[in-house]
Nanobody, 121 residues
Framework: QVQLVESGGGLVQPGESLRLSCAAS????????MSWYRQAPGKQRELVAAITAGGTTNYVNSVKGRFTISRDNVKSTVYLQMNSLKPEDTAVYYCNADARTTTVPMRTDYWGQGTQVTVSS
């Protein structure tokens, strides 16, 4: 199993910044892509940003130039630096990891519990 623990959410004003972190632990022996998703009230969960084990990134158009995803493979941690936040960024942000574990050797998606980000004046 893989446990993903997110931190860093909160309430900020428009234009401010937040940094989310997601640390993976458990009996995994490989983590491939790590991603951040978000889900706003009444909306479907959407992919915000993803990063491969080699560092290749991609972003949803609405956050390009404002958000940066990065990862520390030694710490098995993924980060999301969010700058110039807007009210429409308000959502629960979820961490996702594509991983293989000793008990589930095929590639499987694992999810964190989510962290609330609220952007409001």
């Amino acid at each position: 199993q893989v446990q993903l623990v997110e931190s860093g959410g909160g309430l900020v004003q428009p234009g401010e910044s937040l940094r989310l972190s997601c640390a993976a632990s458990g009996s995994f022996f490989a983590i491939y892509a790590m991603s951040w998703y978000r889900q706003a009230p009444g909306k479907q969960r959407e992919l915000v940003a993803a990063i491969t084990a080699g560092g290749t990134t991609n972003y949803v158009n609405s956050v390009k130039g404002r958000f940066t995803i990065s990862r520390d493979n030694v710490k098995s941690t993924v980060y999301l630096q969010m700058n110039s936040l807007k009210p429409e960024d308000t959502a629960v942000y979820y961490c996702n990891a594509d991983a293989r574990t000793t008990t589930v050797p095929m590639r499987t998606d694992y999810w964190g519990q989510g962290t609330q980000v609220t952007v409001s004046s």
